[in-house]
Each structure stands twice: as structure tokens, then as C-alpha cells.
């Protein structure tokens, strides 16, 4: 119970003073509590002497009433220090983790599955966020208070005391075992905890797939397996608990009979007095009564302990190299030298060179149009540009600089990007486009929209720049998407734009349109282009040609073709495709 202890206040951060404040209060509280006895024992010493006047029971009474007073003031401060120190300690760790994935490595998104991280960041987290206070307090203050309170009745005698204390000790044997038990098995619970939230995502995300293949019955299937799973995992846990809960009451209990009859017994024996007796006889209904409660709840001990290691898995992650220390450079000319690079390997997959001994000069303010057939390495060369990943050899300069030795924040300043697959927020259009500079004001947003040529369409839409997106831009068609995410590179101005397919999937009626605000996007910019369509290529000022992860071929459109080879075979097949009819 202690590692638990010490790993949760560390895991606190920032926050571990409100936690100690709030068990600081909490003690108090318990000694309020403890206090109550000072008017019990006098009202009782007297009404047993026949001495009781009004007098005494008033001040009694008033005691009591303080000593009632201090311990709400106690419990609302401590209990409001809790629940500030339970979200803010989330709130921090999100923000950390959210902070880190922006300089994880991409490999650590193909070894950890959206399912993992959404899990973690939601339903681990909300169980941390629940039973840090019911939890870890809980379990503490209800200990305090049993520990206060026996003392103060040791006070009184001390083997009645003794015999309290004794209970306390013995519950926490068997607590102790119940959580060795509970250790085992709660990482199983909450892995099976995070392979549901996995497998609902995979299957909501995977609803077009099922549904057109017709595989619900099969989907549904996995996922209720995964549903049985998790109930069994929740089951097995509570049952295996179950056991250890009943032996704590039922020690809790026997020694409080036993303080009880030990008490009588004394009192029988002539060696304490009846009042005392009496005392003994209250005390015994509530020194446990705290600790009882508590007592349950420390199986779920170890299922904080595995909350806080999943947690810490990602928030301990690998980070890019940060040692960079550049922040600007005299030119945005980009070039790779004798790179080579191998995703890393997994127990699916072993390492593979995709890309060869690759070396490219793009010099600044020149446009770079990159093709080849799929798996030819095109898309892994430009997010070694963008430092997406690091060369397993040689290196990748922007400006002169090799990219490990920018600051990566000033690094991805010089850099805008627009995908094939654009990823719009659940936002309105405004802050979807403001997202390339977020203090941009109204009238920037406005004037970006209309060099994508996206304002008129947003203008038509119900609520303008204020009609909300819907989750991945769900409702505005593909051609739209992509100008709004022009539109948001055109707002950031970074002076390297990475294209990649950027007009692959778009209909012919946007094709004009989108074209233009690309042309409008890369005006006087250094430009880096994966593209399939010939009217994109053939103006670029050089061409490369990727074949396995090599540079097969590089020059202009006319070279190239003069020259014959993969690349004039790509384009007779594009113009053999585009002369077909029906």
C-alpha cells in the first residue's frame, strides 16, 4: 500500500501540496471527532455521580456543537482540496500528454493504436479522476480516524485501547493480502478495459466497411467478445475481492465485540468505573466506523496503481531529440544528403528500408513535384523534410541547417502542409481556417478564404464562417475540405509548403477551383509536391522520380521525357487513362 501511496503523490506533480493539505485537514477533522468524547465523558461521569446540572449538560451540549461546527468547516475545505486536486492533476496530465504526442515520434502512433491513447486519455484518466478521493483519502482518513480515536479511548484505559488498535491492525493483514490479489489481476481488467474502447472505435470508424461487405454479424460478434471480456475481467476481479472485503468486517467487527465485552468485563471486575463503561460501550459503534467503509474500497488500490502506469506510459514516451537549439536560417532551400531510412521494426513486422541512400538539392523558392509507383518511399521522403521521423543515416537540412538541430517548434514554423485525406475539427469554419494562426482576426480568416477561393461556398452554408464542421468536416463536400485547409495553410504563410496528392481525390468540378488556390497557396514558396496528375507535374522545376526507395530518375517534364524510362511511362499511362471512353 505504501509503493501505491508514494507513486500516487508523485504522480500528483504540481498539485501533491493541496493533496497533503486536504489529508492534513481531514486529520483535524478526525480529531474533532476524538473531542466529542471530553463532553460524553463529563455528561456521563456526573449523570452515573447524580451530580449532572444544567449547567455542565449546556457546556457539554456547546462542546459538542463546536466540536460538530469545526468538523463540517474540516470536511467542506478538505473535500473541495480533493476535488480540486483530482481535476487539476488530470488536467495537468492531459495537457503533458497532449503537449508530448506533438514531438512523439510517428512510430509511437503505429505501436500504440488510437483505441490505447482515446483510452488513457478518457476512460483511464475519469476512473483516476473518480477514485483518487474515494479512493486514496478514503482509505487514508478512514485510518486516521480509527488510529485518533482508539488512542482517545486509550486515554480512558488502556486495553480497551489496545484491543481497538489490535482490530486496526489485524484488518490491515488481511487488506494487505486482498491487495497482492488485486495487484494481479487489475492490469488484466483495465487492458481489457482499454481493448473495448479500441474495439468500439474500430468498429464505428469501420462502419462503412462492414456495412458495404455486409459484415455486421461478424463485426458485431468481435465486439461483443470484447464486451464478454471486459464483464468477465470486471466479474473475476469483484469476486476474488469479495472474499478479503468479508474477512476486513468481519475482523473489524469481532474486535469491536470483543473492546465491548472486555469493557463490561473491567467494569464487572471493579476496575472501571460504570460512566467508563459507558464510554467504551458508544466508542465502539464509531471508532471503526470510517475505516469499515474505507476497507472495501482498497482492492480498487492496485487499479489506481495500473491507471497511473498506462497513464505514465505515454506520458513517458520517446520524444524527438530536443536538443536543436536553431531558430531561423538565412533561406528555405531544403536538401537531403545520403539519407536512409527504415521504419522501425515490430513483431509483425520486421525493419525495412524504404528509403536508399537518397541525396536531393531543392534549392529556395523552387518547386519539387515527386513521383512513382505506390510503396516507391514518396510520401516517407517528405516527412523526413518535415522531421516526422529521423534518418536512420546521412541527414536532411532546411536553410543549411540539418533538422535535428532546429527547435522543432521553429522548425515546423517554415513548414505548411496539405493532405490527400484533410482532417477537419468539430468547430465552426472560422476556427477550422484560423487553426494556421490562432490569433488571426476575422477579417484575415476572411481574406484567406477568398485567395482559396473557399468564401463564397462558406458564405452559403447556414450559419457563414460560424456553421460548425461536424467531426472530420463531415458536412461540406471533399473539394471543400481541401480549400479550407488551403485556406489555413495560406493564413499560417510558412515559406515551405508540403503537398501531398492534395488534388488526388477531387472531383472535376472543384479541380479549377482547387487548383487556383494552390497556385494561389505557392506563389513565391518553396514547394515540395507528391502528385499523380500531369498538369501538377509538368511545371515543376525539377521532377524526381522515386523506384524502390531510390531516385530512378530527376530533371524537367522535358528532359525526362526525352530521356525516356519510368517517368515517360508514367505519363503515357496517365494520358492513355484520361483518353478513355465509354
Avoid at 451530580?51 to 473535500?79: C, E, K, P
Avoid at 536538443?323 to 521494426?345: L, R
Avoid at 536512420?392 to 540539418?402: A, K, L, N, Y
Avoid at 526525352?562 to 511511362?569: D, H, I, M, N
Amino acid at each position: 500500500m505504501r509503493e501505491i501511496y508514494a507513486k500516487f503523490f508523485r504522480f500528483a506533480g504540481r498539485q501533491k501540496g493541496k493533496w497533503y493539505l486536504a489529508i492534513v485537514l481531514e486529520f483535524l477533522q478526525s480529531m474533532a471527532v476524538a473531542a466529542e468524547f471530553i463532553p460524553l465523558f463529563i455528561v456521563l461521569r456526573d449523570m452515573v455521580g447524580g451530580t449532572l446540572s444544567s449547567s455542565t449538560a449546556l457546556a457539554a451540549f456547546a462542546i459538542m456543537a463546536a466540536s460538530i461546527a469545526v468538523q463540517a468547516v474540516l470536511h467542506y475545505f478538505s473535500h473541495k482540496l480533493e476535488m480540486q486536486a483530482s481535476y487539476l492533476m488530470l488536467d495537468d496530465k492531459r495537457l503533458s500528454i497532449g503537449d508530448r504526442v506533438k514531438y512523439m515520434p510517428m512510430g509511437f502512433f503505429n505501436a500504440h493504436s488510437l483505441g490505447n491513447l482515446t483510452a488513457v486519455c478518457t476512460s483511464v484518466m475519469d476512473d483516476l479522476e473518480s477514485m483518487s478521493t474515494a479512493i486514496i483519502v478514503r482509505i487514508l482518513t478512514g485510518m486516521i480516524h480509527a488510529v485518533v480515536c482508539s488512542l482517545a479511548l486509550a486515554v480512558i484505559d488502556w486495553r480497551v485501547g489496545l484491543v481497538f488498535l489490535a482490530g486496526i491492525v489485524c484488518m490491515l493483514l488481511v487488506n494487505s493480502r486482498m491487495i497482492t490479489v488485486s495487484r494481479r489481476y487489475s492490469p488484466d481488467r483495465l487492458a481489457a478495459q482499454m481493448r473495448l474502447v479500441d474495439g468500439v472505435l474500430e468498429y464505428i470508424q469501420g462502419m462503412g466497411v462492414v456495412k458495404s461487405f455486409n459484415l455486421g454479424g461478424s463485426q458485431a460478434t468481435s465486439l461483443e467478445r470484447t464486451i464478454d471480456e471486459t464483464e468477465r475481467q470486471n466479474f473475476f476481479l469483484e469476486s476474488k475481492s469479495t472474499p478479503y472485503t468479508v474477512a476486513q468486517q468481519c475482523v473489524l467487527r469481532l474486535f469491536g465485540v470483543v473492546a465491548v465485552a472486555l469493557s463490561c468485563w473491567l467494569y464487572l471486575a471493579g476496575e472501571l468505573e460504570l460512566f467508563e463503561c459507558l464510554l467504551m460501550l458508544i466508542g465502539g459503534f464509531f471508532v471503526y466506523s470510517q475505516i469499515e467503509q474505507a476497507s472495501s474500497l482498497s482492492f480498487m488500490l492496485p487499479m489506481v496503481d495500473a491507471s497511473i502506469d498506462r497513464v505514465l506510459e505515454v506520458d513517458d514516451a520517446p520524444r524527438m531529440d530536443e536538443q536543436g537549439t536553431v531558430e531561423d536560417a538565412p533561406d528555405t532551400a531544403i536538401n537531403v544528403e545520403h539519407a536512409t531510412f527504415a521504419y522501425p521494426s515490430s513483431e509483425n513486422a520486421p525493419e525495412r528500408p524504404v528509403i536508399r541512400d537518397v541525396s536531393l538539392s531543392i534549392p529556395a523558392r523552387t518547386s519539387c513535384a515527386i513521383v512513382g509507383p505506390s510503396g516507391s518511399g514518396k510520401t516517407t521522403l517528405v516527412n523526413l523534410m518535415a522531421r516526422f521521423w529521423d534518418v536512420s543515416s546521412g541527414r536532411v537540412t532546411v536553410g543549411g541547417v540539418d533538422v535535428r538541430e532546429w527547435k522543432l517548434d521553429s522548425l515546423m514554423e517554415r513548414f505548411s502542409m496539405v493532405f490527400q485525406d484533410v482532417y477537419l475539427f468539430n468547430d465552426t469554419v472560422e476556427n477550422n481556417i484560423r487553426f494556421g494562426k490562432p490569433d488571426a482576426t476575422h477579417e484575415e480568416v476572411v481574406e484567406a478564404a477568398r485567395r482559396a477561393r473557399c468564401h463564397e461556398f462558406i458564405e452559403q452554408l447556414p450559419q457563414g464562417y460560424e456553421t460548425m464542421l461536424g467531426e472530420g468536416g463531415a458536412t461540406v463536400s471533399g473539394g471543400e475540405k481541401q480549400r479550407i485547409s488551403i485556406a489555413r495553410a495560406l493564413l499560417k504563410d510558412a515559406p515551405v509548403i508540403l503537398l501531398d496528392e492534395a488534388t488526388a481525390n477531387v472531383d472535376p468540378e472543384n479541380e479549377q477551383e482547387l487548383q487556383a488556390a494552390i497556385e494561389e497557396l505557392t506563389a513565391e514558396k518553396t514547394v515540395v509536391m507528391i502528385a499523380h496528375r500531369l498538369k501538377t507535374v509538368r511545371n515543376a522545376d525539377q521532377i524526381v522520380v522515386m523506384d524502390e526507395g531510390r531516385i530512378a530518375q530527376r530533371g524537367t517534364h522535358e528532359a525526362l521525357m526525352r530521356e525516356g524510362g519510368l517517368y515517360r511511362r508514367f505519363v503515357e499511362g496517365r494520358a492513355q487513362a484520361i483518353g478513355w471512353r465509354l
